[in-house]
Protein backbone atom coordinates (compact mmCIF):
# COMPACT_ATOMS: atom_id res chain seq x y z
CA UNK A 1 0.00 0.00 0.00
CA UNK A 2 1.04 3.49 -0.86
CA UNK A 3 0.17 6.77 0.30
CA UNK A 4 -1.62 8.61 -2.84
CA UNK A 5 -1.95 12.00 -1.20
CA UNK A 6 -1.48 13.18 2.02
CA UNK A 7 -2.81 16.76 3.05
CA UNK A 8 -4.42 18.47 6.22
CA UNK A 9 -8.24 17.71 4.26
CA UNK A 10 -7.13 14.22 2.75
CA UNK A 11 -5.40 11.36 3.21
CA UNK A 12 -5.38 8.95 0.04
CA UNK A 13 -3.78 5.53 0.74
CA UNK A 14 -4.25 2.37 -2.23
CA UNK A 15 -3.09 -1.00 -2.80
CA UNK A 16 -3.09 -1.85 -7.15
CA UNK A 17 -1.80 -5.67 -6.68
CA UNK A 18 -0.39 -5.31 -10.44
CA UNK A 19 2.42 -7.49 -9.77
CA UNK A 20 0.44 -9.86 -8.18
CA UNK A 21 -1.87 -9.74 -11.09
CA UNK A 22 1.37 -10.28 -13.57
CA UNK A 23 2.70 -13.26 -11.32
CA UNK A 24 -0.91 -15.19 -11.33
CA UNK A 25 -1.32 -14.38 -15.40
CA UNK A 26 2.41 -15.84 -16.58
CA UNK A 27 2.00 -18.42 -13.75
CA UNK A 28 -1.20 -19.36 -15.27
CA UNK A 29 0.45 -19.30 -18.92
CA UNK A 30 3.07 -21.54 -18.28
CA UNK A 31 0.32 -24.19 -17.68
CA UNK A 32 -1.32 -22.76 -21.26
CA UNK A 33 2.04 -23.64 -22.93
CA UNK A 34 2.59 -26.59 -21.64
CA UNK A 35 -1.09 -27.85 -22.16
CA UNK A 36 -0.59 -26.40 -25.95
CA UNK A 37 2.50 -28.31 -26.62
CA UNK A 38 1.18 -31.73 -25.08
CA UNK A 39 -1.90 -31.61 -26.35
CA UNK A 40 -0.84 -32.93 -29.85
CA UNK A 41 0.76 -36.00 -28.50
CA UNK A 42 -1.53 -36.18 -25.59
CA UNK A 43 -4.59 -35.24 -25.76
CA UNK A 44 -6.26 -35.70 -22.54
CA UNK A 45 -3.34 -33.97 -20.66
CA UNK A 46 -2.80 -31.20 -22.57
CA UNK A 47 -6.40 -30.15 -22.29
CA UNK A 48 -6.59 -30.36 -18.57
CA UNK A 49 -3.21 -28.10 -18.64
CA UNK A 50 -4.97 -25.50 -21.04
CA UNK A 51 -8.03 -25.14 -18.51
CA UNK A 52 -5.72 -25.52 -15.98
CA UNK A 53 -3.80 -22.09 -16.70
CA UNK A 54 -6.72 -20.42 -18.13
CA UNK A 55 -8.41 -21.07 -14.89
CA UNK A 56 -5.77 -20.02 -12.80
CA UNK A 57 -5.01 -16.94 -15.24
CA UNK A 58 -8.26 -15.95 -15.35
CA UNK A 59 -9.80 -16.98 -12.12
CA UNK A 60 -7.17 -15.81 -9.82
CA UNK A 61 -7.02 -12.37 -11.40
CA UNK A 62 -10.81 -12.27 -10.78
CA UNK A 63 -10.64 -13.84 -7.16
CA UNK A 64 -7.88 -12.25 -5.73
CA UNK A 65 -6.61 -9.18 -7.58
CA UNK A 66 -8.69 -5.89 -6.63
CA UNK A 67 -7.09 -1.80 -6.41
CA UNK A 68 -8.33 -0.50 -3.11
CA UNK A 69 -8.49 3.12 -1.95
CA UNK A 70 -8.66 4.48 1.62
CA UNK A 71 -9.80 7.71 1.50
CA UNK A 72 -10.33 10.12 5.05
CA UNK A 73 -11.40 13.02 4.06
CA UNK A 74 -11.94 16.04 6.29
CA UNK A 75 -14.26 18.01 4.21
CA UNK A 76 -16.89 15.29 3.94
CA UNK A 77 -16.01 14.17 7.60
CA UNK A 78 -15.63 10.47 6.04
CA UNK A 79 -13.83 7.69 5.89
CA UNK A 80 -14.48 5.91 2.80
CA UNK A 81 -13.20 2.27 1.41
CA UNK A 82 -13.21 1.78 -2.33
CA UNK A 83 -12.54 -1.79 -3.60
CA UNK A 84 -12.91 -2.03 -7.71
CA UNK A 85 -12.18 -5.81 -8.88
CA UNK A 86 -13.26 -7.54 -11.83
CA UNK A 87 -16.43 -8.77 -9.89
CA UNK A 88 -17.44 -5.37 -9.20
CA UNK A 89 -17.19 -2.24 -7.38
CA UNK A 90 -18.09 -1.56 -3.45
CA UNK A 91 -17.54 1.57 -0.93
CA UNK A 92 -18.00 1.14 2.56
CA UNK A 93 -18.11 4.91 4.07
CA UNK A 94 -17.99 6.07 8.11
CA UNK A 95 -18.25 8.92 10.29
CA UNK A 96 -14.53 10.10 10.43
CA UNK A 97 -14.91 10.80 14.13
CA UNK A 98 -15.81 6.95 14.25
CA UNK A 99 -12.25 6.14 13.18
CA UNK A 100 -10.12 5.39 16.08
CA UNK A 101 -7.36 4.41 14.93
CA UNK A 102 -5.30 1.58 12.45
CA UNK A 103 -4.04 -1.83 12.89
CA UNK A 104 -1.76 -3.91 11.22
CA UNK A 105 -3.01 -7.66 11.67
CA UNK A 106 -0.90 -10.56 11.31
CA UNK A 107 -1.36 -14.25 9.68
CA UNK A 108 1.38 -16.82 10.28
CA UNK A 109 1.75 -19.94 7.93
CA UNK A 110 4.75 -21.75 8.80
CA UNK A 111 7.67 -19.96 9.21
CA UNK A 112 6.45 -16.75 7.22
CA UNK A 113 4.33 -13.93 8.21
CA UNK A 114 1.61 -11.68 6.27
CA UNK A 115 0.18 -8.97 6.91
CA UNK A 116 -2.67 -6.75 6.45
CA UNK A 117 -3.90 -3.10 7.31
CA UNK A 118 -7.28 -3.17 9.48
CA UNK A 119 -9.14 0.26 10.27
CA UNK A 120 -10.81 -0.03 14.15
CA UNK A 121 -14.28 1.97 13.82
CA UNK A 122 -14.87 3.05 17.57
CA UNK A 123 -18.47 3.53 17.41
CA UNK A 124 -22.10 2.83 15.34
CA UNK A 125 -23.46 0.32 13.70
CA UNK A 126 -19.86 -1.19 12.41
CA UNK A 127 -18.00 -0.86 15.09
CA UNK A 128 -14.98 -3.20 15.19
CA UNK A 129 -12.06 -4.27 13.10
CA UNK A 130 -12.54 -3.89 9.25
CA UNK A 131 -9.80 -5.09 6.89
CA UNK A 132 -8.60 -2.48 4.45
CA UNK A 133 -7.13 -5.49 2.24
CA UNK A 134 -8.78 -9.01 2.08
CA UNK A 135 -5.48 -10.77 1.22
CA UNK A 136 -2.73 -10.79 3.93
CA UNK A 137 0.96 -10.47 1.77
CA UNK A 138 4.46 -10.32 3.09
CA UNK A 139 6.34 -6.72 2.50
CA UNK A 140 5.53 -3.61 4.52
CA UNK A 141 2.96 -1.95 2.46
CA UNK A 142 0.42 -2.48 5.47
CA UNK A 143 2.88 -1.08 8.15
CA UNK A 144 3.10 1.93 5.81
CA UNK A 145 -0.92 2.13 5.49
CA UNK A 146 -1.38 1.96 9.39
CA UNK A 147 1.68 4.53 9.65
CA UNK A 148 0.07 6.85 7.71
CA UNK A 149 -3.62 6.43 8.49
CA UNK A 150 -2.46 7.13 12.34
CA UNK A 151 -0.14 10.24 12.04
CA UNK A 152 -2.59 11.44 9.85
CA UNK A 153 -5.22 11.17 12.56
CA UNK A 154 -2.85 12.29 15.22
CA UNK A 155 -2.03 15.87 13.10
CA UNK A 156 -5.39 16.41 11.20
CA UNK A 157 -8.21 14.70 12.85
CA UNK A 158 -11.18 17.59 12.55
CA UNK A 159 -12.27 18.44 16.87
CA UNK A 160 -15.58 17.40 17.23
Known amino acids: ?6 TPDQLIVENNPIWLAVFVTVF ?41 QLILDTARNL ?28 SRSGDTDTHRAALVISDGMDAGTHPVTWVYSSGRGAERAMNAVNGWLDSHRPNP
Open 1 to 6: MKVIRD
Open 28 to 68: GLVFLGIGLAVVSTEMALGLMFITAGLGIAIGFNMIFVRRT
Open 79 to 106: VELRRRGWLGYSSRTWELRYLERAIVET
